[in-house]
């Protein structure tokens, strides 16, 4: 990974096992570090895609932030990809929901948005935020 996210998401899973092999696999995000605690339930987890990382971990871990969590809904997580058709074809190969396929966007930006195991929506695009132009 070329340097370290400023922000990176973190999230909650009841099966947090699932989720690492969910998003590495139908996602093409990449295992940086993964921590299990003694019961096997994965304590804290760090996936890379590209520059950007996202943090997870199990539902009930008992820790001060998992208690935090604990009423937290899904979330939403925006990641920039280079080919959003790719990147889709996979996901779709892998059976991960798409709640809306590829789309060119007014703005520029070309896009989908699939839902993972657990509820949480993730959307793909070309969009950079932040970037120039």
């Keep these: 990974m070329a340097g370290t996210p400023d922000i990176c998401p973190a999230l909650r899973y009841q ?3 699932a989720a690492i092999k969910q998003l590495t696999e139908g996602f093409g995000f990449s295992e940086h570090a993964v ?5 096997g339930r994965v304590m804290h987890a760090e996936l890379i895609c590209g520059n950007g990382m996202v943090m997870l971990g199990s539902k009930g871990s008992g820790t001060p ?23 889709h074809d996979r ?6 929901e798409i709640v809306l396929p590829p ?13 993972d195991a657990e509820g ?14």
Excluded at 104 to 113: A, H, L
């Design 15 to 17: 099966d947090a096992k």
């Design 35 to 39: 921590y299990e605690g003694e019961d």
């Design 65 to 87: 932030f998992d208690k935090l969590m604990a009423e937290g809904g899904p979330t939403a997580v925006y990641v920039r990809v280079d080919d959003v058709d790719a990147h």
């Design 91 to 96: 996901a779709v190969a892998y059976g991960i």
């Design 103 to 115: 789309t060119d966007q007014e703005y520029g930006s070309r896009d989908y948005t699939a839902r």
């Design 120 to 133: 949480n929506v993730w959307s793909f695009g070309t969009y950079a935020p932040g970037a120039a132009g």
